[in-house]
């Protein structure tokens, strides 16, 4: 029995959905907001914590790949190549995408003036328009990030990307890449976690 402590519609339902998507039936989920003391289960604060019944584990990127190590999927090849570019579309995600997208909710938190806080979140929007250009040439001659089939990092990138809709930025997700995260929040792993995430079962 694994349980996941999320915050909804945050990084944590990436590691949800990939629970799903790999068939883990056994999960439970705890909204932090809801745990009097979050800062002992995770000291920094943030979500995804797993705790596998024995540890509790943190970091969404580490997370994820300790469990496709545990379960048998082909969303993390065993070795070679193609398992250090699984981790390394998955370190994108998590250490780049998903930083390039955290400056807008700190600059929407920490800047008090609407112009300055409007000129910032521009400028932070082009870095993250970036990144989807380099996705999106990533994208060029495959559907997902890993090829044919969905990979955890296009599950991670699907999550960040609704993000953008929060703020009064112009975020421009071209096409290919587009088309990937409308495939992944179409699939029943994840829809399934956002269920979850509404009932919070
Ligand atoms: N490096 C951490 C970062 C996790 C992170 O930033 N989580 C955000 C949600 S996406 C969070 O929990 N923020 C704390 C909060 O908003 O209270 C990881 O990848 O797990």
């Given at each position: 029995?694994?349980?996941?402590?999320?915050?909804?519609?945050?990084?944590?339902?990436?590691?949800?959905?990939?629970l799903n998507?790999?068939?883990?039936?056994?999960?439970?989920?705890?909204?932090?907001?809801?745990?009097?003391e979050?800062k002992?289960?995770?000291?920094?604060?943030?979500?995804p914590?797993?705790?596998?019944?024995s540890?509790v584990?943190?970091?969404g990127?580490?997370?994820?790949?300790?469990?496709?190590?545990?379960?048998?999927?082909?969303m993390?090849?065993?070795n070679?190549?193609?398992?250090?570019?699984?981790?390394?579309?998955?370190?994108f995600?998590?250490?780049t995408?998903?930083?390039?997208?955290g400056r807008?909710?700190?600059?929407?938190?920490a800047?008090?003036?609407?112009?300055?806080?409007l000129d910032?979140?521009?400028?932070?929007?082009?870095?993250?328009?970036?990144?989807?250009?380099?996705?999106?040439?990533?994208?060029?001659?495959?559907?997902?990030?890993?090829?044919?089939?969905?990979s955890?990092?296009?599950?991670m990138?699907?999550?960040?990307?609704?993000?953008?809709?929060m703020f009064?930025?112009?975020?421009?997700?071209?096409?290919?890449?587009?088309e990937?995260?409308?495939?992944?929040?179409s699939?029943?792993?994840?829809?399934?976690?956002?269920?979850m995430?509404k009932?919070?079962?």
């Open positions: 029995m694994y349980t996941l402590y999320y915050m909804e519609g945050s990084c944590s339902l990436a590691t949800l959905s990939v998507e790999i068939g883990v039936e056994d999960v439970r989920i705890i909204d932090k907001e809801k745990v009097a979050y002992s289960i995770n000291p920094v604060g943030a979500v914590a797993l705790d596998d019944g540890t584990w943190r970091e990127a580490a997370l994820i790949i300790y469990l496709l190590d545990k379960h048998e999927s082909n993390l090849p065993e070679g190549d193609a398992r250090q570019s699984a981790i390394e579309n998955i370190m995600a998590n250490a995408m998903h930083p390039a997208y807008l909710f700190f600059l929407n938190q800047v008090e003036d609407d112009q300055v806080k910032s979140m521009a400028k932070a929007t082009n870095m993250i328009n970036d990144l989807w250009k380099a996705v999106e040439k990533e994208l060029q001659n495959k559907v997902y990030l890993g090829g044919s089939e969905p955890a990092a296009d599950f990138l699907a999550v960040y990307s609704r993000w953008g809709e009064p930025v112009d975020i421009v997700i071209p096409p290919k890449a587009k990937m995260i409308a495939s992944i929040i699939r029943p792993s994840f829809i399934k976690a956002l269920d995430e009932t919070e079962l």
